[in-house]
T-cell receptor, first 109, second 116 residues
Framework: GQNIDQPTEMTATEGAIVQINCTYQ??????LFWYQQHAGEAPTFLSY????GLEEKGRFSSFLSRSKGYSYLLLKELQMKDSASYLC??????????FGAGTRLFVKA | GAVVSQHPSRVICKSGTSVKIECRSL??????MFWYRQFPKKSLMLMAT?????????EQGVEKDKFLINHASLTLSTLTVTSAHPEDSSFYIC????????????FGPGTRLTVT
């Protein structure tokens, strides 16, 4: 089976940096995704890591360590619009993706 | 590119009736589509995986006779909630996987179902 853990909620200040952690256990691994989801909307793709290391894309970066079953999403220069849920998701083989419970990020002024 | 639409976006129906939700890939062919269900403040729960022209694969605990999935073409999958009850009220989201060797999924905007 699979298990994905991430914090339930986080709060950060506008302009700051926040790191959202995700740990996982899985028997099959074909990559790890991060998605952003605003309330009442569908998730939008942020990043995909299949190899160890850091992937940077603008204000967002994602890190993966397969040996540790660990990933994080780093958000820089936080903006109010970044307030959303951030979902860590595993591709466990084939095309099946399993989602974590999500981390609700609140950005305050 | 890679746009997925869902229809309807919101639907209210009476208990005991059936509701059909459509998921379309607008600018690409989707070999595989997924149906998720999401409760308020919860994450997405995979209900089933559907491949064009074959029967859907349902996740454990999902009643296949209640949630009928049809994937008749490479651009359309439908989810029919049969004999809906208030506990079926939820946010239903579909996603599609393209033909290219990519694991990225493209999500539809979701359908809010309310059963009264």
């Amino acid at each position: 089976g699979q298990n994905i853990d991430q914090p339930t909620e986080m709060t950060a200040t506008e302009g700051a940096i926040v790191q959202i952690n995700c740990t996982y256990q899985t028997s099959g691994f074909n990559g790890l995704f991060w998605y952003q989801q605003h309330a009442g909307e569908a998730p939008t793709f942020l990043s995909y890591n299949v190899l160890d290391g850091l992937e940077e894309k603008g204000r967002f970066s994602s890190f993966l360590s397969r040996s540790k079953g660990y990933s994080y999403l780093l958000l820089k220069e936080l903006q109010m619009k970044d307030s959303a849920s951030y979902l860590c998701a595993l591709n466990t083989g084939g095309f099946k993706t399993i989602f974590g419970a999500g981390t609700r990020l609140f950005v305050k002024a | 590119g890679a746009v997925v639409s869902q229809h309807p976006s919101r639907v209210i129906c009476k208990s005991g009736t059936s509701v059909k939700i459509e998921c379309r890939s607008l600018d690409f062919q989707a070999t595989t589509m997924f149906w998720y269900r999401q409760f308020p403040k919860k994450s997405l729960m995979l209900m089933a995986t559907s491949n064009e022209g074959s029967k859907a694969t349902y996740e454990q605990g999902v009643e296949k006779d209640k949630f009928l999935i049809n994937h008749a073409s490479l651009t359309l999958s439908t989810l029919t909630v049969t004999s809906a009850h208030p506990e079926d009220s939820s946010f239903y989201i579909c996603s599609a996987q393209g033909l290219a060797a990519s694991y990225e999924q493209y999500f539809g905007p979701g359908t809010r179902l309310t059963v009264t």
